[in-house]
């Protein structure tokens, strides 16, 4: 039975995962919640199962984008070093506020957070959506572009702020070209994902109690969900760079509204705490 519920919890967690990550709702967002729903913690490293899920959705943009990531290879190498500038402000905030974090969105007011984070990211779709059909002509897309989404990704990694929705908002408000835009959001996932993984290591190094305490339940859960979060992750990533295109986010903004105000109800009425 343990193992069954793991199991059907990482298929759901995986999944949505898969999909939010690049659809632009905050996957972080979507998994803080479910783990409130579902009762899902894997031992006690909710955090350290979150991070592997990230895993999969990383094969995903990896299949799906592998001639962008080849490109980045080539002379002059301009958008390798735009990305590695884009990174920094994701790194150093998630290593010096990562715990601090985390402690306020699984703290007594978590679901209030959550949903004024996701309340932020409907209004900046809104925004972004309204200044993208309204501009006759993008630029190019250069570092002024990049710099200002690798800002925007480090205020992403509060949950409910969406990650890809927060740096394509960025990328088209600045005046980018909105593909260049949605192929550089997704390439920024990369990076990001790569050194959570890391660290996530290097504490399972420091910590092999992390491992007994996972459990072999959690191991098979976990397994379960990297797969379907690259399966689900794929097709989400074909989706999106269409969506992007065509600036048409307000459908998204729209969920995001009456997901903030549903987990508030839920929240007032006890529901979820």
Request: hydrophobic share 55%; net charge positive; aromatic share 10%.
């Amino acid at each position: 039975m343990e193992y069954l519920t793991a199991i059907w919890q990482s298929i759901v967690l995986g999944t949505v995962q898969g999909l939010t990550e690049f659809l632009p709702v905050s996957s972080s967002g979507h998994l803080a919640l479910l783990h409130r729903i579902l009762g899902a913690d894997f031992g006690g490293n909710t955090l350290f199962f979150d991070i592997m899920l990230h895993v999969g959705t990383l094969i995903a943009v990896v299949a799906v984008l592998w001639r962008d990531i080849l490109d980045l290879f080539k002379k002059p190498f301009k958008t390798l070093l735009i990305l590695i500038v884009a990174t920094i402000p994701a790194g150093v905030v998630g290593l010096l506020f990562n715990g601090w974090i985390e402690d306020v969105t699984n703290g007594q007011y978590g679901v209030v957070i959550l949903s004024c984070c996701f309340a932020v990211t409907a209004v900046l779709l809104l925004i972004a959506e309204h200044v993208a059909k309204k501009r006759q002509e993008a630029q190019p897309f250069g570092w002024k572009h990049g710099i200002c989404m690798g800002l925007m990704q480090a205020v992403a990694l509060f949950p409910g702020i969406s990650r890809s929705g927060s740096t394509i908002a960025a990328g088209v408000l600045t005046g980018a070209e909105r593909k260049s835009v949605a192929h550089f959001s997704f390439l920024m996932s990369i990076p990001v994902i790569l050194g959570s993984a890391l660290v996530s290591g290097i504490d399972v190094v420091k910590q092999p109690e992390i491992v007994t305490s996972i459990g072999g339940s959690g191991f098979v859960g976990i397994a379960v969900g990297v797969v379907f979060a690259a399966v689900s992750g794929f097709f989400a990533v074909k989706f999106m760079l269409r969506i992007i295109e065509k600036a048409n986010y307000k459908w998204f903004s729209l969920y995001l509204a009456l997901l903030a105000v549903t987990c508030l109800s839920l929240y007032a009425a006890g529901v979820i705490v």
